[in-house]
Nanobody
Framework: QVQLVESGGGSVQAGGSLRLSCAAS????????MGWFRQAPGKEPELVATIRFNPPFNGLTTYSDSLKGRFTISKDSTKNTLYLQMNSLSPVDTGLYFC??????????????????????RGQGTQVTVSS
């Protein structure tokens, strides 16, 4: 069982930045497909970004089209920690942000929203609130 613990959320004014962290209990084949989701009350989780580590991808990142350019996903393998840098935040970015980690799917499948929700572990999340 992979444990994921998020931190770094909080309240920020529009235009501000936050960096979220997700500490993973292991760095194994179970965590080669990782991602950040966000969820607003009463809505389905929205995939924010993914990062994939198994060869030949080794750090390949993908982003939701609407968030590309403002958010950056990264991982520090020495700390088993996934990050999400969020800039130019607006009230629509408000929500519960959680990370997910799972094994990478066999090619040609991709590290996707349905894959992670169906096959991955997830953390409890950290709340982000952006005020105008």
């Amino acid at each position: 069982q992979v444990q994921l613990v998020e931190s770094g959320g909080g309240s920020v004014q529009a235009g501000g930045s936050l960096r979220l962290s997700c500490a993973a209990s292991e760095d194994t084949d179970k965590t080669t497909c990782m991602g950040w989701f966000r969820q607003a009350p009463g809505k389905e989780p929205e995939l924010v970004a993914t990062i994939r580590f198994n060869p030949p991808f080794n750090g390949l990142t993908t982003y939701s089209d609407s968030l590309k350019g403002r958010f950056t996903i990264s991982k520090d393998s020495t700390k088993n920690t996934l990050y999400l840098q969020m800039n130019s935040l607006s009230p629509v970015d408000t929500g519960l942000y959680f990370c997910a980690a799972g094994p990478s799917p066999a090619l040609p499948a991709v590290c996707s929203r349905p894959w992670l929700l169906r096959n991955g572990y997830r953390g409890q999340g950290t709340q982000v609130t952006v005020s105008s």
